[in-house]
């Protein structure tokens, strides 16, 4: 492979790693109209949010009952799998609330919704989350098709600029 060659194929590389390597962008959701249920409660996420990592914070709402009890929030992914992000309580007779920052990070995953849940049957909670909710992840971007496009242009390049040096008829 000629120098020429190769400063091609490494600046193609360079290029596709510094679109990939993009920093975390802010991706938040928005509860189109309020949620007054009891636990458990899915809340579903649509669109799907494509390489999700983190819970940052939710705006809104809160997490009450008649008695002092326990409940968790949950990641659910597009895979059916599920990941725990967050214990909290309520007060005897008095309500938690979920507007706060959370430092809730998980595997990057397409993130489709998230589960309240009372961590005791015995002992009934509800989620309220009034419409305008706002609730903010952190993702990390998938890189654009032009990346891809461009490194299986170098790639493809390189046997044919092989092939092309081989065939050319020497000077002489």
């Known amino acids: 492979m000629s120098d020429g060659h190769k400063v091609l194929f490494l600046s193609c590389l360079l290029l596709a790693a510094q679109q990939h390597a993009a920093a975390a962008e802010t991706v938040t959701y928005t509860t189109p109209s309020t949620i007054n249920s009891a636990l458990p409660y899915d809340l579903s996420i649509t669109p799907s ?5 983190e819970l940052v914070s939710i705006s809104n709402g809160s997490v009450g009952g008649n008695e002092f009890a326990g409940y968790t929030i949950t990641a659910l992914f597009s895979d059916d799998t599920s990941q725990l992000l967050y214990t909290g309580e ?83």
Do not use: C, Q
């Open 49 to 53: 949010i494509t390489g999700a990592d």
């Open 90 to 172: 309520t007060n005897s007779g008095a309500t938690d609330t979920l507007a706060r920052t959370y430092d809730a990070t998980f595997p990057e995953d397409t993130l489709t919704g998230l589960k309240f849940s009372a961590t005791s049957v015995e002992l009934p909670l509800s989620v309220s989350i009034p419409e305008g909710t706002v609730f903010t992840f952190d993702a990390v971007p998938m890189p654009e098709p032009s990346t891809f496009a461009i490194l299986g242009t170098a790639l493809a390049a390189i046997p044919l600029l092989r092939l092309r040096r081989r065939t050319k008829p020497a000077r002489g």
